[in-house]
């Protein structure tokens, strides 16, 4: 019982030995160290300049707001199409027409950030398939043509011009010929409209 009592004592002696062992580094402040930070409740003035700091155009990563360019050619095309097809149809003196298909809508459009400022543009061309019915001697005929837009810009709408092509007119004497190009050179004005439409849309993505 003894040596039992004896090696116990021993082993919380080395324990307690082990315990304070650990050594504890108190840093003492001193007269000429720096005072340590105090919290500070945020004033309206440090929000106001967060949420400008946060006022940030173009990706996440780009906080420089170096160059960068966003591909938007899927976006313009599928809404221009959408536009121009909602023009719907024009009456006329002896007929009427109506776009019936996009046909061709190839360009590019893009959003370009640089400095921290937004830019955007495009460049277009269209092609439009008109179908429609004139009034030709006494008779009720239903012509098929194109509409040609040649290439178009960002701004340059007041610029834009169209070329009538008439299909099967060869049965018509030279003025149908003319009434029928000059009456969907008509559509020149809407599809003028519907294109600063997309313009404004585009300026605001």
């Known amino acids: 019982m003894e040596g039992g009592g004896v090696v116990s004592s021993e082993k919380q002696s080395a324990e307690a030995t082990a315990a304070s062992s650990y050594t504890y580094w108190v840093r003492e402040a001193k007269q000429d160290a720096a005072p340590l930070p105090v919290p500070r409740k945020l004033t309206s003035e440090d929000l106001s300049i967060g949420s400008k700091s946060s006022n940030h155009l173009g990706s996440a990563w780009n906080k420089a707001g170096t ?13 221009i199409k959408e536009l121009l097809l909602s023009v719907g149809s024009l009456e006329f003196t002896s007929g009427k027409a109506e776009i019936a298909e996009v046909s ?3 360009g590019d459009a893009f959003l370009v950030t640089v400095r921290n400022k937004k830019r955007v543009g495009y460049t277009y061309e269209i092609t439009l398939k008109v179908k429609g019915e004139w009034v030709i001697g006494e008779e009720k005929k239903t012509f098929k043509g194109n509409l040609d ?15 009538v092509k008439v299909n099967d007119e060869k049965d018509l004497v030279h003025q149908d010929k003319l009434r029928i190009r000059e009456d969907m050179k008509m559509f020149l004005k809407p599809l003028r409209e519907k294109l600063l439409e997309f313009e404004a849309e585009l300026k605001e993505r």
């Open 149 to 163: 837009i040649a290439e178009f810009s960002f701004g340059e709408l007041d610029d834009l011009q169209v070329e």
């Open 104 to 106: 061709r809508c190839t």
């Open 67 to 79: 160059w960068e360019e966003k591909n938007l050619n899927k976006w313009a095309t599928e809404r």
